[in-house]
């Protein structure tokens, strides 16, 4: 089996503070000085795959990892690398996508269509900064296979070509066996940290190729950026409500949860 | 604009769904606006449960064979779609739901959007705002092409007081015009070799409690989980949580609060050992009351607290036991 991952690297926006979210010219945000890190819908979805792998005893399972962004992001790849992704793949772009979906999504279809064809595509569900929650979906339907939305485990099926697939609709739990082709985009699943490479490995791998693609080699004209885009952003804004927090004092913390108590819990519960 | 919102019919949720949908609906649409009800499903409704805002003036009823197959979803949209040619379609904000509207907006050549809340058409222009950058800034975008599919943003079933309508029995009329449409809706299903169905057993309440204790990363490990448990208890709250402790399966994933997870509304919130990111935070800031307990004085939590205690959070609860303990 022929497994695509896509995956994203994001700026830890939990680090910024209340001053650093200053809004520049054509709406940019400088995040450039907080640590990247990988999506973390995206991180479940890498680790999923890389346990269907260390399940998977056949040769004819690959995992490709697969991202859109500039050179800064082989040594992600790299570290894929490391944990025995078969193939690291980068489609190269300088543009702002950060609100545009349609463009990510056209990209990932023209590679998969063009250059690589790939049986099953997982995706984290959503990602930060532009949180358009459309990517899988419009990879499915730009490609034309089904998709599973929320998708909280993937196991091996006995069945040839096929997995097994754990997804939530609300409060229900579906396990189903489906047969490739079809797009997966991973919800929240606990425990799905991504593992730790060895420093062997990292070493190992270090020289191992990242394949780049440029626009040109997926057919797409750098002018297709914003036409290809169903929505166009006008306003971006910060603005936080906050409440005066009054802080109580004491010398010890039983003191403080004393007053707590007396003060402002008391007359909350009954 | 000829508007419709889609509810899925196939899921216990639908009550919620409505809730939420009737809400967007008020904020976001004049009084005199008319809008359809569209509803997916493969079981019988109930319609005597179901409120609909005085906004809904028709509701049309879509059997489809499964619950879980958006493709099949997908095409019963648009076949109602082709009938009815609607300019606005309003989905609601479950992951199933929103990711029927992006697709349905991709075949119909429109546009989508995910998380919305707020639309208003102004100078010809259908325009949506929604939260990005993890919960920091609001954007606000131009939707290009018609029809315009949105899915609303998560925590419409929690309506400042003003706004909502819920207590106002008036302002619901009674059940619209229900109208069956019957359409060849299947699709091929020979890709799903089998599948089961299970119920996941929520513990109720955390969503409508009126005390909620939220725990973060701070409190340090799984087995302290059992102390904040018995502080809920206590006031007799519910015990919700911040993602990295469900990522680290301390607690079961359905106690998440955020925008992954549930919006809640309590009277009292107690948020223990959470920094307060922007995607935590959207879940508890419409608690009416928040204390804050953490040991970092620079924690972003305090920002949207009443009250706070800047101290180790064992040793709070440990003492705010005792005292609740002392008084029965
Ligand atoms: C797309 C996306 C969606 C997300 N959705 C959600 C969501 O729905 N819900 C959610 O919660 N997060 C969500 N997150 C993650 C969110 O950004 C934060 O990473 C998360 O909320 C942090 O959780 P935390 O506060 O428990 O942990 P941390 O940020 O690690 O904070 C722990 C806090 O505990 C304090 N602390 C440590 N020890 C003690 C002690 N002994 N006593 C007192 N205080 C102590 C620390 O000072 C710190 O402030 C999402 C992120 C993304 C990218």
Redesign the pocket.
């Known amino acids: 089996m022929n497994i695509l991952v896509c995956f994203k690297n ?1 700026p830890d ?2 680090a910024l503070s209340v001053n650093d979210w200053l809004i520049e010219d054509h709406f940019q945000v400088d995040t450039s000085y907080v640590r990247t890190m990988l ?3 995206d991180e479940s979805a890498l680790e999923l795959t890389l346990k269907l792998g260390d399940a998977e005893k056949n040769d004819d399972f690959k995992l490709t990892a697969l991202t859109v962004g500039t050179s800064h992001l082989d040594k992600v790849l790299k570290t894929l690398y490391a944990l025995k992704y078969d193939l690291g793949v980068r489609l190269d772009c300088k543009s702002d996508i950060r609100f545009n979906p349609c463009f990510v999504s056209r990209m990932i279809c023209n590679y998969v269509k063009n250059i690589k064809n790939h049986q099953v595509i997982i995706l984290g569900s ?3 900064v532009g ?1 358009n929650a459309k990517t899988p979906l419009l990879v499915a339907e730009g490609l034309g296979i089904p998709c599973i939305t929320s998708v909280i485990g993937i196991k091996l099926a006995e069945q040839k070509d096929c997995l097994s697939i754990t997804s939530k609709i609300d409060d229900l739990i579906i396990e189903q066996i489906v047969k490739a082709p079809f797009v997966l985009a991973v919800g929240d699943v606990p425990t799905s940290y991504i593992r730790v490479p060895t420093l062997k490995d990292r070493i190992q791998y270090k020289e191992k190729e990242i394949k780049v693609f440029t626009l040109e080699d997926l057919e797409i004209k750098e002018n297709d950026v914003e036409e290809e885009n169903d929505t166009q952003l006008i306003e971006l804004s910060y603005e936080k409500n906050g409440r005066n927090c009054v802080f109580i004092q004491g010398h010890h913390s039983s003191e403080k949860a004393n007053v707590l108590y007396k003060e402002y819990l008391m007359e909350r519960i009954k | 604009m000829k508007t419709v919102m889609i509810l899925n019919g196939s899921v216990n949720a639908i009550l919620k769904q409505a809730e939420e949908l009737n809400n967007y609906s008020i904020k976001n649409f004049s009084k005199n606006s008319l809008i359809e009800a569209w509803i997916l499903t493969d079981q019988d409704v109930n319609f005597n449960t179901i409120s609909f805002s005085p906004h809904i003036n028709c509701i049309k009823l879509v059997k489809v064979r499964t619950k879980h197959v958006a493709e099949e979803y997908i095409k019963a949209i648009i076949m109602l779609y082709e009938k009815c040619k609607p300019e606005i379609m309003i989905f609601g904000s479950e992951a199933f739901v929103s990711g029927l509207a992006v697709r349905v907006a991709c075949r119909l050549k429109g546009s989508s959007c995910v998380g919305v809340k707020r639309n208003q058409y102004l100078e010809k222009h259908f325009i949506v705002e929604k939260m990005v950058y ?1 919960n920091n800034l609001t954007a606000k975008f131009i939707m290009k092409n018609m029809p315009y599919c949105i899915s609303i943003a998560k925590g419409f079933n929690h309506m400042t007081e003003q706004s909502s309508i819920t207590d106002d029995s008036e302002a619901y009329q009674k059940l619209p015009n229900v109208e069956t449409v019957t359409f060849k809706t299947e699709v091929d299903t020979e890709w799903i070799r089998s599948f089961t169905f299970e119920l996941i057993n929520t513990e109720e309440g955390l969503n409508t409690s009126k005390v909620v204790v939220a725990i ?3 409190i ?1 490990s799984k087995e302290k989980v059992v102390l904040y448990e018995k502080l809920a208890a206590l006031m007799e709250g519910k015990l919700g949580a ?4 469900v990522m680290n399966a301390w607690m079961p994933m359905e106690r ?6 549930l919006i809640i509304a309590p009277e009292l919130c107690v948020a ?9 935070t959207v ?1 508890i800031e419409k608690s009416k009351f928040i204390i804050a ?4 004085q620079e ?1 972003p ?1 305090f920002k949207i607290a009443n009250v706070a205690i800047c ?4 040793e709070v609860a440990q003492a705010l036991i005792n005292k609740l303990n002392g008084r029965i």
């Open positions: 994001v926006l939990d999506n973390p819908y959503q990602s930060n949180d | 993890s973060g990363k701070g340090g911040s993602r990295p402790v998440l609060i955020g925008a992954s997870g223990i050992g959470v920094s307060g990111a922007a995607a935590f879940g307990i953490n040991k970092d924690a939590i101290a180790d959070c064992e």
